[in-house]
């Protein structure tokens, strides 16, 4: 049976803390979920080129990627 976290956490707050104190605050989350196999609060850092993001269909997405493999 999958472990749903954020169904046993409750509501979280919209604020999160400023880079980099989130990973701090989540360590103990993030130890207990990873024991267990799991991602749930594992980070997954994605940088800050924005400028480079573009919006497009996630069919387009998709077939994009399908055609890289």
């Known amino acids: 049976?999958?472990?749903n976290s954020w169904r046993r956490l409750g509501p979280i707050n919209g604020a999160?803390?400023?880079?980099p104190l989130a990973t701090a605050?989540?360590?103990?989350?993030r130890a207990k979920a990873e024991a267990q196999g799991?991602?749930?609060f594992s980070p997954l850092w994605s940088g800050q080129n924005a400028s480079g993001c573009?919006?497009?269909p996630a069919g387009e997405l998709t077939r994009a990627l399908a055609a890289d493999l």
Do not use: C, H, S, T
């Open 1 to 3: 049976m999958r472990f």
């Open 16 to 19: 999160p803390p400023a880079f």
């Open 25 to 29: 605050a989540i360590a103990p989350l």
């Open 38 to 40: 799991l991602g749930d």
């Open 54 to 56: 573009r919006e497009i």
